[in-house]
């Protein structure tokens, strides 16, 4: 099977993978530079780097790259290390560069008013497959959405009934209305998605579990969830926050460690007892959708 062809068919199935490749090779060793590996998030294999312990040890590492999504170079001496010495190599060194193979990032948007316009916008010129969803035909069109991959104006619950959210997906809700922003929420939480973020007031989003929670939703599900949607950083407008939520997506998406201003409140205040306060930008998201 062809290597290339593999990786395109595992992301298209939005599966993970990891591709393990020889950059450096000294002395003899029982393969050549440039060979490939591919490992599944099944743990299956395409092709090969020479077999034997080495190819075991990296088929463990690429296991953990794609779980971190990050890249890692390992090298091996096979003259040094006796664990090698098993009649497939003839000694030598290599060093083999692992990179991650994951899926497109699906950013699902529900609602088509300004600030989705300009979240479809931004998030998809950050590499973003956007899916834009919204039951108002004039408003969920192609010609407003050149940018989503696809557009579908439809009433959100049979929406929510073709749409199937994996762990590379990413949900933002801006509807125009709570009791939308209600309903696709209590959807939204017992996905698989990887990010779950809805826009509005603190005050409104405080309404908005509590209600579902004495619906029987667990409380332990909105803790991933962004509400207010986004960074902090003062946005007001719709384009601002646009960037905003589409920050917040991106350090979402490249595991940032360092801290952030992060709107949501809900989660740490919880326990907390907190009385919600407004401000600018939680006034004015409202007013743009």
């Given at each position: 099977?062809?290597?290339?062809?593999?990786?395109?068919?595992?992301?298209?199935?939005?599966?993970?993978?990891?591709?393990?490749?020889?950059?450096?090779?000294?002395?003899?060793?029982?393969?050549?530079?440039?060979?490939?590996?591919?490992?599944?998030?099944?743990?299956?294999?395409?092709?090969?780097?020479?077999?034997?312990?080495?190819?075991?040890?990296?088929?463990?590492?690429?296991?953990?790259?794609?779980?971190?999504?990050?890249?890692?170079?390992?090298?091996?001496?096979?003259?040094?290390?006796?664990?090698?010495?098993?009649?497939?190599?003839?000694?030598?060194?290599?060093?083999?560069?692992?990179?991650?193979?994951?899926?497109?990032?699906?950013?699902?948007?529900?609602?088509?008013?300004?600030?989705?316009?300009?979240?479809?916008?931004?998030?998809?010129?950050?590499?973003?497959?956007?899916?834009?969803?919204?039951?108002?035909?004039?408003?969920?069109?192609?010609?407003?959405?050149?940018?989503?991959?696809?557009?579908?104006?439809?009433?959100?619950e049979e929406a929510?009934?073709?749409?199937?959210?994996?762990?590379?997906s990413y949900i933002?809700?801006?509807?125009?209305?709570?009791?939308?922003?209600?309903?696709?929420?209590?959807?939204?939480?017992?996905?698989?998605?990887?990010?779950?973020?809805?826009?509005?007031?603190?005050?409104?989003?405080?309404?908005?579990?509590?209600?579902?929670?004495?619906?029987?939703?667990?409380?332990?599900?909105?803790?991933?969830?962004?509400?207010?949607?986004?960074?902090?950083?003062?946005?007001?407008?719709?384009?601002?926050?646009?960037?905003?939520?589409?920050?917040?997506?991106?350090?979402?998406?490249?595991?940032?460690?360092?801290?952030?201003?992060?709107?949501?409140?809900?989660?740490?205040?919880?326990?907390?007892?907190?009385?919600?306060?407004?401000?600018?930008?939680?006034?004015?998201?409202?007013?743009?959708?």
């Amino acid at each position: 099977m062809d290597i290339y062809e593999q990786i395109v068919e595992l992301r298209r199935s939005g599966r993970r993978g990891a591709v393990a490749t020889i950059v450096n090779v000294r002395g003899s060793i029982p393969s050549f530079k440039t060979a490939k590996m591919l490992v599944r998030d099944d743990g299956s294999i395409v092709g090969t780097i020479g077999g034997g312990c080495v190819e075991a040890d990296v088929w463990q590492a690429a296991r953990e790259v794609m779980e971190s999504e990050k890249p890692r170079t390992l090298k091996f001496d096979l003259n040094q290390d006796p664990k090698y010495d098993t009649g497939l190599v003839c000694g030598g060194t290599l060093e083999i560069f692992i990179e991650p193979v994951l899926p497109p990032a699906i950013l699902y948007v529900f609602g088509a008013g300004h600030v989705a316009l300009n979240v479809c916008q931004t998030a998809a010129s950050a590499g973003f497959d956007v899916t834009v969803t919204d039951d108002r035909s004039s408003y969920a069109t192609r010609e407003r959405f050149p940018a989503a991959r696809e557009v579908h104006a439809l009433d959100f619950e049979e929406a929510m009934r073709k749409l199937d959210p994996n762990e590379s997906s990413y949900i933002v809700i801006v509807t125009r209305g709570h009791r939308d922003d209600m309903r696709i929420l209590r959807w939204a939480v017992q996905s698989r998605a990887r990010y779950v973020g809805m826009i509005g007031s603190k005050r409104k989003v405080i309404e908005i579990f509590k209600a579902l929670q004495k619906e029987g939703v667990p409380a332990h599900l909105f803790d991933r969830v962004h509400a207010p949607v986004g960074l902090d950083i003062g946005a007001v407008t719709p384009e601002e926050i646009a960037v905003a939520i589409t920050a917040e997506l991106i350090a979402i998406r490249r595991h940032a460690t360092a801290a952030l201003p992060h709107l949501s409140w809900f989660k740490t205040q919880r326990d907390e007892g907190a009385e919600p306060a407004m401000d600018t930008m939680e006034n004015a998201v409202d007013e743009n959708l």
